[in-house]
């Protein structure tokens, strides 16, 4: 049974600590998109990569997110320094877009709490 | 500027009748549509689908309806199970080429009383 999985499932950390998030994808996925969910926002695209290359990270806020593709198994995400306002819970999701099939399947998320 | 409004932040449904959640999006560039179903604590699940060629697709008790002209699509689940109480996203995309990302709804939360 394929699926993403991500690490950790919580995070609880002070404001102005570095906070890295992991995600592997789906074996075989060449498409890795990470989201935020709040509940003001909904789910929000931060940034994506396609074949571990950076196509889009403009829903990030670049002076603290970064966002990496280190290997086709190994997608992060960090915060350097977190601040309060970055508590949310963090989707990673991998698909294959193929034709008119666009199917993304995310992962169970990292509820980040910054205090 | 929402590009993809699920109007209805709930809506509550009797065990056995008919559920239907809508969706509109204003992107006329949108060809691929999807929904997915959320349970507390777990990550969006993908339910069901449609393409712009189409204007029904059927899965089990899940069908989607796509409107074009009215830029509409619509998920109807029948019959309603409890189980399926959870928060449902509808989601668009472009599928020409570099339109990989989804844009979502803001959900519905929908509950299935016994």
């Known amino acids: 049974d394929a699926r993403v999985t991500q690490t950790p499932r919580d995070k609880v950390t002070e404001m102005g600590q570095e906070v890295t998030m992991r995600c592997q994808p789906i074996l075989g996925h060449n498409t890795v998109f990470w989201y935020r969910q709040t509940m003001m926002q909904g789910l929000e695209l931060l940034a994506y990569?396609?074949?571990?290359?950076?196509?889009?990270d403009s829903g990030m806020p670049k002076d603290r997110f970064s966002a990496e593709m280190p290997d086709a198994t190994l997608a992060t995400l960090k915060i350097q320094p977190s601040e309060p306002r970055d508590s949310a819970v963090y989707f990673c999701a991998s698909g294959r877009p193929e034709g008119l099939r666009n199917e993304q399947f995310f992962g169970p998320g990292t509820r980040l709490t910054v205090l | 500027d929402q590009q993809v409004k699920q109007n209805s932040p709930s809506l509550s449904v009797q065990e056995g009748r008919i559920s239907i959640l809508n969706c509109d999006y204003t992107n006329s560039m949108f060809d691929y549509f999807l929904w997915y179903k959320k349970y507390p604590a777990e990550g969006p699940t993908f339910l069901i689908s449609i393409s712009s060629i189409k204007d029904k697709n059927e899965d089990g008790r899940f069908t989607v309806f796509l409107n074009k002209s009215a830029k509409h699509l619509s998920l109807h689940i029948v019959p309603s199970q409890p189980g399926d109480s959870a928060v449902y996203f509808c989601?668009?995309?472009?599928?020409?080429?570099?339109?990989?990302?989804?844009?979502f709804g803001k959900g519905t939360k929908l509950s299935v009383i016994p």
């Open positions: 990569f396609r074949n571990r290359a950076p196509l889009d």
């Open positions: 989601a668009a995309s472009g599928t020409g080429a570099g339109s990989y990302q989804l844009t």
